[in-house]
């Protein structure tokens, strides 16, 4: 069996949103927070969760104890350098617990509403069946990798220090190199991500479609 960790990177300036997406209020039937409804379903996969950000002041009030908040210590080097930061944290955070660092860590962005526990946990039963030579296991959508709603292993580490000390800074460009199993299954609702007053608005206008009064 495999131990399973997960991160919620909420490092975004939000410039488009125009105010913190994180702290966006979900619909009432969620009561809570944006950023709290992608915690809540994280932890649906693991117990182990940590959220990593240059703010964690603003939003350690809104977590419960068991969330270990990360401080991002870069502004603006996009979530490819927040993925690595992330692991090192992660890694260097567990060994002073003397606890065993995690094989895999699920990793999702702070601003995908529609995310579905089922499918998640549906995605992490199939890790253990993953290609021992895989690094990362990830849906795809428009035949480009969504990198920040699924689970990369361990092994990733070395190639991903590589990538950014070359001054890559796309996940496209490092994936496309290596070995990524393919997760099915998920749909556009789940993998929205909300990054303007726009999208955000189309997302509650989704809901309230799919749950009429």
Same mark, same amino acid.
Request: hydrophobic letters at 40%; a neutral charge; proline letters at 8%.
């Given at each position: 069996?495999?131990?399973?960790?997960?991160?919620?990177?909420?490092?975004?300036?939000?410039?488009?949103?125009? !105010?913190?997406?994180?702290?966006?209020?979900?619909?009432?039937?969620?009561?809570?927070?944006? %950023?709290?409804?992608?915690?809540?379903?994280?932890?649906?996969?693991? $117990?182990?969760?940590?959220?990593?950000?240059?703010?964690?002041?603003?939003?350690? +009030?809104?977590? $419960? +104890? *068991?969330?270990?908040?990360?401080?991002?210590?870069?502004?603006?080097?996009?979530?490819?350098?927040?993925?690595?930061?992330?692991?090192?944290?992660?890694?260097?955070?567990?060994?002073?617990?003397?606890?065993?660092?995690?094989?895999? %860590?699920?990793?999702?962005?702070?601003?995908?509403?529609?995310?579905?526990?089922?499918?998640?946990?549906?995605?992490?039963?199939?890790?253990?069946?993953?290609?021992?030579?895989? *690094?990362?296991?990830?849906?795809?959508?428009?035949?480009?990798?969504?990198?920040?709603?699924?689970?990369?292993?361990? !092994?990733?580490?070395?190639?991903?220090?590589?990538?950014?000390?070359?001054?890559?800074?796309?996940?496209?460009?490092? %994936?496309?190199?290596? #070995?990524?199993?393919?997760?099915?299954?998920?749909?556009?609702?789940?993998?929205?991500?909300?990054?303007?007053?726009?999208?955000?608005?189309?997302?509650?206008?989704?809901? #309230?479609? !799919?749950?009429?009064?």
């Amino acid at each position: 069996m495999f131990h399973l960790a997960a991160l919620v990177l909420a490092g975004g300036q939000s410039q488009r949103m125009g !105010r913190d997406k994180a702290l966006l209020s979900m619909p009432l039937a969620y009561q809570s927070t944006l %950023l709290q409804q992608v915690c809540h379903v994280a932890q649906g996969c693991s $117990p182990d969760l940590y959220v990593l950000t240059p703010w964690p002041e603003n939003y350690q +009030p809104l977590l $419960p +104890p *068991i969330v270990t908040l990360l401080h991002e210590p870069t502004v603006g080097h996009g979530p490819l350098v927040a993925l690595e930061q992330g692991w090192a944290q992660i890694l260097a955070t567990r060994q002073q617990q003397r606890l065993p660092p995690p094989d895999w %860590l699920l990793t999702l962005a702070c601003d995908m509403p529609g995310l579905e526990l089922t499918t998640l946990q549906r995605w992490r039963q199939t890790l253990i069946n993953v290609d021992a030579g895989a *690094i990362a296991a990830l849906p795809k959508q428009s035949e480009r990798w969504e990198p920040l709603c699924g689970f990369y292993h361990r !092994r990733c580490l070395p190639s991903l220090k590589v990538a950014i000390n070359n001054n890559v800074r796309s996940f496209q460009r490092w %994936l496309h190199q290596e #070995n990524v199993v393919q997760l099915l299954g998920a749909d556009s609702h789940m993998l929205r991500n909300c990054n303007t007053p726009a999208e955000w608005q189309q997302f509650l206008t989704n809901v #309230n479609a !799919r749950n009429p009064d």
